[in-house]
């Protein structure tokens, strides 16, 4: 069983700064791409950044670029979404997602979701 759990959401005030984690378990091989996404009410759900597993190419979305960065740490098997210069615009559920091995098969994993709030 491989569990995506994220943290770090919250309600911040516009220009602000915070810190999404999450950290993968269970019966894990390998973790290939990890992505965080997020979904705002109303809209669809958008891919907000793509950390590969080689760790040379990453992903921003157009909105995020510039204040988002997102960041690994395979020891810990866990994604990192530091979201600075937060605009209310960046308010939605944040996802966390993932290509992972498991011992038996390889599969598309997904977190429950945490709650940002950019507001003043």
């Known amino acids: 069983q491989v569990q995506l759990v994220e943290s770090g959401g919250g309600l911040v005030q516009p220009g602000g700064s915070l810190r999404l984690s999450c950290a993968a378990s269970g019966s894990i091989s390998s973790i290939y791409d990890m992505r965080w996404y997020r979904q705002a009410p109303g809209k669809q759900r958008e891919l907000v950044a793509v950390f590969s597993s080689g760790g040379i190419t990453n992903y921003y979305a157009d909105s995020v670029k510039g204040r988002f960065t997102i960041s690994r740490d395979n020891a810990k098997n866990t994604v990192y979404l530091q979201m600075n210069s937060l605009k209310p615009e960046d308010t939605a559920v944040y996802y966390c997602?993932?290509?992972?091995?498991?011992?038996?098969?390889?599969?598309?994993?997904w977190g429950q979701g945490t709650q940002v709030t950019v507001s003043s």
């Open positions: 997602n993932a290509d992972i091995m498991s011992s038996t098969y390889l599969n598309d994993y």
